[in-house]
Protein backbone atom coordinates (compact mmCIF):
# COMPACT_ATOMS: atom_id res chain seq x y z
CA UNK A 1 0.00 0.00 0.00
CA UNK A 2 1.44 3.39 -0.85
CA UNK A 3 1.68 6.15 1.25
CA UNK A 4 -1.61 8.58 0.50
CA UNK A 5 0.99 11.57 0.76
CA UNK A 6 3.69 9.98 -2.08
CA UNK A 7 2.99 11.63 -5.50
CA UNK A 8 4.87 10.71 -8.56
CA UNK A 9 6.93 12.80 -7.57
CA UNK A 10 7.76 11.81 -4.89
CA UNK A 11 10.01 8.90 -3.73
CA UNK A 12 8.48 6.37 -1.14
CA UNK A 13 9.62 7.08 2.56
CA UNK A 14 10.69 10.35 1.59
CA UNK A 15 9.93 13.08 4.55
CA UNK A 16 7.84 15.81 4.48
CA UNK A 17 9.31 19.34 5.55
CA UNK A 18 7.77 21.92 7.09
CA UNK A 19 8.03 25.69 6.82
CA UNK A 20 10.10 25.74 9.65
CA UNK A 21 12.61 23.64 8.29
CA UNK A 22 12.63 25.81 5.01
CA UNK A 23 13.21 29.20 6.67
CA UNK A 24 16.39 30.14 8.83
CA UNK A 25 15.79 31.39 12.24
CA UNK A 26 13.57 30.50 15.28
CA UNK A 27 9.94 29.59 15.13
CA UNK A 28 8.84 32.44 16.99
CA UNK A 29 10.18 34.36 13.90
CA UNK A 30 8.03 32.75 11.31
CA UNK A 31 5.55 35.04 9.28
CA UNK A 32 1.62 34.26 10.07
CA UNK A 33 0.77 31.76 7.47
CA UNK A 34 -3.02 32.64 6.51
CA UNK A 35 -3.54 30.67 3.43
CA UNK A 36 -2.31 28.01 1.08
CA UNK A 37 -1.83 28.61 -2.44
CA UNK A 38 -5.09 26.92 -3.63
CA UNK A 39 -7.16 28.94 -1.08
CA UNK A 40 -6.42 32.03 -3.56
CA UNK A 41 -8.79 33.77 -6.01
CA UNK A 42 -8.03 34.76 -9.58
CA UNK A 43 -6.49 38.43 -9.08
CA UNK A 44 -5.29 37.86 -5.46
CA UNK A 45 -1.60 37.92 -4.42
CA UNK A 46 0.19 37.11 -1.34
CA UNK A 47 3.33 36.06 -0.19
CA UNK A 48 4.92 33.26 -0.14
CA UNK A 49 6.30 31.72 4.01
CA UNK A 50 7.18 28.31 3.33
CA UNK A 51 6.63 25.11 1.50
CA UNK A 52 4.55 21.92 3.32
CA UNK A 53 5.79 19.21 1.42
CA UNK A 54 8.60 16.50 0.96
CA UNK A 55 12.29 17.61 0.30
CA UNK A 56 12.15 16.91 -2.98
CA UNK A 57 8.66 18.44 -3.76
CA UNK A 58 10.04 21.87 -1.82
CA UNK A 59 13.33 22.15 -3.85
CA UNK A 60 11.24 21.68 -7.27
CA UNK A 61 8.70 24.44 -5.94
CA UNK A 62 12.40 26.48 -4.73
CA UNK A 63 13.46 25.94 -8.18
CA UNK A 64 10.42 27.22 -9.82
CA UNK A 65 10.58 30.35 -7.93
CA UNK A 66 8.32 29.86 -4.85
CA UNK A 67 10.99 30.52 -1.99
CA UNK A 68 9.86 32.54 1.24
CA UNK A 69 9.44 36.85 0.71
CA UNK A 70 8.42 36.43 -2.97
CA UNK A 71 5.11 37.76 -4.21
CA UNK A 72 2.64 35.34 -6.06
CA UNK A 73 -0.15 36.54 -7.91
CA UNK A 74 -3.16 33.95 -8.90
CA UNK A 75 -4.17 34.42 -12.13
CA UNK A 76 -6.82 31.28 -12.44
CA UNK A 77 -7.93 29.33 -9.48
CA UNK A 78 -9.07 25.96 -10.31
CA UNK A 79 -7.24 22.81 -11.06
CA UNK A 80 -4.42 23.27 -12.55
CA UNK A 81 -3.99 26.91 -11.84
CA UNK A 82 -1.81 29.77 -13.06
CA UNK A 83 -0.02 31.78 -10.89
CA UNK A 84 2.72 34.52 -11.55
CA UNK A 85 5.81 34.12 -9.98
CA UNK A 86 8.79 36.28 -10.33
CA UNK A 87 7.36 37.70 -13.51
CA UNK A 88 6.94 34.04 -14.64
CA UNK A 89 3.57 32.49 -15.78
CA UNK A 90 3.80 28.88 -13.96
CA UNK A 91 0.48 26.24 -14.03
CA UNK A 92 0.28 23.38 -11.18
CA UNK A 93 -1.48 20.95 -9.90
CA UNK A 94 -3.70 20.78 -6.59
CA UNK A 95 -0.85 18.75 -4.59
CA UNK A 96 1.56 21.71 -5.20
CA UNK A 97 -0.89 24.40 -4.99
CA UNK A 98 -1.69 22.97 -1.30
CA UNK A 99 2.38 22.93 -0.55
CA UNK A 100 2.75 26.33 -0.91
CA UNK A 101 2.11 28.44 2.36
CA UNK A 102 1.53 32.13 1.99
CA UNK A 103 0.75 35.51 4.02
CA UNK A 104 -0.06 38.74 3.34
CA UNK A 105 -3.33 38.03 1.05
CA UNK A 106 -4.48 41.08 -0.91
CA UNK A 107 -7.23 40.79 -3.53
CA UNK A 108 -6.97 42.13 -6.55
Do not use: W, Y
Amino acid sequence: MTDSRNTIHDRPGDRRVGPQELLAGPLSLLPAVVARLGQLRSGDVATVTGLDSTRLAAKRLADMGFIPGVKVEMLRSGTPCLVRVNGICLGLGAGHQESILLSALASG
